[in-house]
C-alpha cells in the first residue's frame, strides 16, 4: 500500500520545514565556498608555476650589466700610424645560455698618446675590414669598401665611419669595452 502525500513532495519553499530549509541554503553556501577555495588555490597553484617559468624566458633582460674592460696590451707596443690587430673573447651570457664571444678590434695612434680603437666590422654590410700596409687603408673584402686610419669613409658604400670604441688607459696598458661594436 502506497500512501501519497504532499508533504513528502515539497519544492523549495513550498511547504519545507524550517531546518530543512536552513540546510539547504548552508550547503549551497558550502559548495560556493568551496569553489571559491577551489579557484583561489587553482590561481596560487598558477602564479607558483607562471613565475618560475617566465624567469625562465625573460633570463636576465632587465638586469643591468656591468661594463667589462678587455686587456689589450702595452700601449707603448702600438707604433704610430700603424694600426694594430687585437683579438679578443670572453663569456657572453644570454638569459641562461652562455657562449664565448670573440671580438677584433684595431688600435691607432698618430703620436703615440691618444689612441682609438675601432671595430674592424665594415658598417656597410657587417663584413670584417683588414689593414692593408700597401695602400694604407682599412679594406672590406666584400663590396670594396675603404676607410682612413682613424676609421673614416675614403671609398665605396659604407655610410659611416667604422665604430669607435670606449678604451681607456691604465698603468701603460690599454683596455677596450666588451661588445661594445
Known amino acids: 500500500m502506497r500512501i501519497h502525500s504532499s508533504e513528502t ?3 523549495e519553499g513550498e511547504g519545507a520545514l524550517p531546518w530543512e530549509e536552513e540546510e539547504l541554503r548552508g550547503l549551497l553556501t558550502r559548495r560556493r565556498f568551496l569553489g571559491y577555495l577551489g579557484g583561489l588555490l587553482s590561481g596560487v597553484v598558477a602564479a607558483a608555476l607562471a613565475l618560475p617559468l617566465a624567469r625562465f624566458y625573460v633570463g636576465n633582460a632587465f638586469k643591468a650589466r656591468q661594463a667589462r674592460w678587455l686587456k689589450l696590451g702595452p700601449a707603448n707596443d702600438i707604433r704610430p700610424t700603424e694600426p694594430k690587430l ?4 670572453y663569456p657572453e651570457e644570454d638569459g641562461w645560455h652562455e657562449t664565448t664571444a670573440r671580438q677584433d678590434v684595431y688600435a691607432v695612434t698618430a703620436n703615440g698618446q691618444d689612441f682609438v680603437v675601432l671595430s674592424n666590422v665594415c658598417t656597410h654590410l657587417g663584413c670584417p675590414v683588414h689593414w692593408d700596409d700597401k695602400v694604407r687603408h682599412f679594406l672590406c673584402p666584400c663590396h670594396g669598401g675603404e676607410f682612413a686610419a682613424d676609421g673614416s669613409v ?3 658604400p659604407p655610410p659611416r665611419p667604422l665604430i669607435r670604441l ?7 696598458v690599454l683596455y677596450v669595452q666588451a661588445g661594445g661594436a
Do not use: P, Y
Request: hydrophobic residues 30%; glycine residues 12%; proline residues 0%.
Open 9 to 11: 513532495h515539497t519544492h
Open 86 to 89: 687585437f683579438r679578443v673573447s
Open 154 to 156: 675614403l671609398h665605396g
Open 166 to 172: 670606449a678604451h681607456k688607459i691604465e698603468d701603460g
